[in-house]
């Protein structure tokens, strides 16, 4: 597996990797549902690209299977218990959805998500990043967002590609998921076999965060 480089840390948190190198790392979310993980898997393995995975407890306890597969390829990565706005827990519970998620992604992926954490929505404060912080993580954000959980209504196919392509920059970080919207679209799943050949068509290769320190 390829390994990251050094993060660029932004406000203690990581946007992009700091590297002059055209590299980008691919990160999934697996909050929900698993609709487009098989796939999602798939074109990965067939394409020969790495990418990292934040997990939440209650995805790894509803398909373990699927993240015990997860962890015996990819990085995985912390994204809570219950993927709920921490802003809005008291410190205590804000803490105990941090770290009951690192031991149940643990046992069931085989792999310690730390130091690699995601806020629910991106939702945080300085409160919540100093939880996240002294629980050994790095609140990892990203470049661009796909936008493909909006649904069909919001976002399509050809829009999520677009949106990694108009964003690229050397250490790119792509948000996109591995579940289906509100309507039941698998944008971001339909969307990743372009955006791998669109990226690699501009000279970049594909890297993980398995690179990343905590501060």
Not at 11 to 25: C, D, I, K, N
């Amino acid at each position: 597996m390829i390994q990251a480089l050094p993060p660029a840390l932004v406000a203690g948190e990581l946007v992009r990797l700091q590297t002059r190198q055209h590299v980008v790392a691919l990160t999934f979310d697996g909050g929900g549902n698993a609709d487009a993980a098989q796939a999602v898997l798939a074109i990965l393995r067939r394409e020969q690209v790495p990418g990292t995975f934040f997990l939440t407890g209650h995805f790894v306890k509803i398909y373990p299977l699927l993240a015990r597969a997860i962890g015996r390829r990819y990085p995985v990565a912390n994204h809570t218990v219950d993927h709920l706005d921490l802003r809005r827990l008291s410190t205590p519970a804000a803490t105990r959805q941090i770290s009951r998620a690192q031991t149940m992604i643990e046992r069931a992926t085989g792999r310690d998500p730390r130091p690699l954490f995601r806020f629910p929505y991106g939702a945080r404060d300085l409160r919540t990043l100093s939880i996240a912080r002294e629980l050994g993580y790095v609140s990892v954000r990203w470049t661009v967002d796909t936008w493909g959980w909006m649904g069909l209504r919001s976002q399509t196919v050809a829009g999520a590609g677009r949106r990694v392509l108009d964003h690229l920059v050397p250490g790119e970080i792509v948000l996109m998921h591995l579940g289906s919207s509100r309507d039941h679209s698998t944008i971001d799943s339909k969307a990743l076999p372009g955006v791998i050949r669109a990226v690699r068509s501009r000279g970049y290769r594909f890297v993980t965060l398995s690179g990343v320190r905590a501060p």
